[in-house]
């Protein structure tokens, strides 16, 4: 006799707070999340593009809510999540995706881009995971953090960037064990190089008329000769946030494009 199943991977009635979801890697999540039936809370800093982000899932039909925070101010992050307590009235999953990059050896580091570093990419996943983790235990959560394959070998010119997404893996490991009792699960994915906004800009900056030659470079970096899509990230974290990785935490789940590999 055939045992009825509900469809793989779906969110219906599940509430998830996507920082730097107005752009990119976050945006893709929000609306991979939203098309498996979660309510979306948008938390970023750019407040214009939180609206534009949760106008686009409205009209999908999702439930979902802009919110400003800036995650390395504790104020600021307090303050979100009451809001997201206030109008969901719970909290199902957490991503912590806002960071920014910096490219530079550590000579080429100043202590200000170190600082910088260190408080969006570092603190502010402390600071939003200890926010949650009070609705989370009430609903028996799951977090899933964005690291970086730089978390797991030697990324050249990466220094403080590779800083940060090693911290981020190791308080990934952290959060599983300590709060393991409380049923929450936690991970993190380690991406390589993913087509964004951010990647387009950099081109245009410091290489300007050469932006197709060194692409192609960055892409070939990868053992597939291409980067990764935020579509492919936000497929992998649905995965690790859905009830069917229900026996995976705290685990680094590598998206490289073979790079760990060849």
């Not at 912590?96 to 570093?117: K, L, S, Y």
């Not at 953090?145 to 590779?162: E, K, Q, T």
């Not at 981020?168 to 064990?177: G, Q």
């Not at 081109?203 to 980067?227: C, D, H, T, V």
Request: net charge neutral; aromatic share 6%; glycine share 10%.
């Amino acid at each position: 006799m055939s045992v009825p199943t509900k469809p793989p991977f779906r969110l219906d009635g599940k509430v998830a707070a996507i920082t730097g979801a107005g752009s990119g890697i976050g945006l893709a999540i929000a609306e991979r999340f939203a098309q498996q039936g979660a309510r979306i809370a948008v938390l970023e800093i750019d407040e214009a593009a939180a609206q534009r982000a949760v106008e686009g899932l409205r009209s999908s039909g999702c439930d979902a809510v802009a919110i400003a925070c800036d995650v390395t101010k504790a104020d600021s992050v307090k303050a979100a999540f009451a809001q997201i307590e206030a109008r969901f009235a719970r909290l199902d999953v957490l991503i912590n995706n806002a960071g920014i990059g910096h490219v530079g050896a550590c000579e080429a580091t100043e202590e200000t881009d170190f600082d910088r570093m260190f408080s969006v990419n570092v603190k502010g996943v402390y600071l939003c995971t200890k926010a949650a983790l009070p609705l989370l235990k009430a609903t028996r959560g799951v977090i899933c953090n964005m690291a970086s394959i730089a978390s797991l070998i030697g990324v050249a010119d990466r220094f403080a960037y590779s800083m940060t997404k090693g911290a981020v893996l190791t308080m990934t490991k952290s959060i599983a064990i300590d709060y393991l009792a409380h049923g929450i699960r936690c991970n993190c994915v380690c991406p390589a190089r993913i087509h964004t906004p951010f990647v387009d800009g950099y081109l245009q900056k410091n290489y300007p008329g050469r932006e197709a030659e060194m692409f192609q470079k960055l892409a070939a970096w990868q053992p597939m000769g291409r980067m990764g899509t935020p579509q492919e990230v936000a497929d992998l974290v649905l995965f690790l946030c859905s009830d069917e990785a229900g026996f995976l935490t705290g685990q680094a789940v590598p998206l490289d494009g073979g790079k760990l590999v060849f």
